[in-house]
């Protein structure tokens, strides 16, 4: 039965992209009234759990509609801190996912000739440089956070503790900013 399924040379990364693929059908125009609802009336666990959803490509557009509406009813600070940390622990769980599971892959796609081409052709301080600023954007955003963490996860100069502090100081921002933003359009 299997010879007839195409062999991929990167099954994981297929397998995320689809992931991200299924979010965006599942939850591209849902209306998530109840759900963020319920949220709110948990009160600050409610941010807490807003946060744990953020980093997650299926449940960062709800989440984000939560926190602007959790700022109508909360401290947004408060909230954007809580809502950091929950965001942080979904971040851990995805960088040791990657960390340890795609690390094969990782390794099999840097010696891919157009990494390789890129890798040899770009100047180091855009490499140094540039891959986290792109992850940190995109960890700050709604955008979901398995993206900006792999390509985090796939620079081996960041430990887990370093890239603790980032997915935190990013996403407590990202999730204020959103919050902010709830307050102004209440």
Same mark, same amino acid.
């Not at 950091?84 to 995805?94: A, N, Q, R, V």
């Given at each position: 039965?299997?010879? +007839? ?21 599942? @939850? ?6 109840? @759900?963020?609802? @319920? ?6 666990? =409610?941010?807490?759990? &807003? ?6 490509? +299926?449940? &960062? ?8 509406? #959790? ?7 408060? &909230?954007?801190?809580?809502g ?11 960088f ?5 599971? +795609? &690390?094969?892959?990782? *390794? ?17 301080? @855009?490499? *140094?440089?540039f ?15 398995? #993206? ?7 620079? *081996?100069?960041?430990?887990?503790? $370093? ?5 935190? $100081? ?8 959103i919050?902010?933003? =709830?307050t102004?359009?209440?």
């Open positions: 039965m299997h010879k +007839f399924l195409p062999k991929f040379r990167y099954p994981k990364f297929l397998l995320l992209f689809i992931t991200f693929l299924i979010a965006y059908l599942l @939850f591209s125009g849902r209306d998530s009234l109840p @759900f963020d609802q @319920f949220i709110v009336s948990t009160g600050y666990f =409610g941010a807490f759990i &807003a946060g744990l959803m953020f980093s997650y490509g +299926f449940t &960062a557009a709800p989440a984000t509609s939560v926190f602007l509406i #959790l700022a109508e009813h909360q401290n947004i600070y408060l &909230a954007a801190l809580i950091g940390f929950g965001s942080l622990i979904t971040d851990l769980i995805i040791k996912f990657i960390r340890v599971s +795609f &690390a094969d892959e990782i *390794k099999r796609l840097s010696k891919e000739k157009l990494v390789v081409n890129l890798n040899n052709s770009a100047p180091s301080i @855009f490499k *140094k440089y891959l986290p600023v792109l992850a940190g954007f995109i960890i700050a955003s709604p955008l979901p956070d398995e #993206l900006g963490v792999t390509l985090l996860a796939s620079v *081996k100069s960041i430990s887990t503790r $370093i890239f603790s502090i980032m997915s935190y $100081i990013l996403n407590t921002v990202g999730i204020l900013a919050l902010i933003i =709830g102004i359009i209440e």
